[in-house]
């Protein structure tokens, strides 16, 4: 039997498309210990109802809404980075 492959920026609990995220926005944003924080591509999960705000592009590590600092500001820092993206292109 094989197993479906999962698209890289795909929250890998509901499975929305996520948004690509800064490493050191990650880092900033999160109360973990840095050292829990792989060297990797991140994405940020939109969907409001979903548990998980971050997750690594295999999917394999990913940070939940209680390991967040500030959660609104997180949802603040990704729609600057948006609109700066939006004015930049």
Not at 11 to 18: L, V
Not at 66 to 83: C, D, F, H, S, T
Request: net charge positive; hydrophobic share 35%; charged share 20%.
């Amino acid at each position: 039997m094989q197993i479906p492959t999962r698209a890289k920026n795909v929250c890998p609990t509901c499975g929305q498309k996520g948004k690509p995220v800064d490493g050191a926005i990650v880092k900033s944003m999160l109360a973990v210990p840095l050292n829990q924080i792989k060297n990797s591509p991140y994405y940020f999960c939109p969907n409001r109802d979903c548990a998980i705000v971050y997750f690594s592009e295999d999917g394999l590590q990913t940070f939940h809404k209680n390991e967040i600092r500030e959660l609104e500001n997180v949802r603040g820092v990704i729609k600057q980075a948006e609109m700066s993206a939006t004015v930049i292109a």
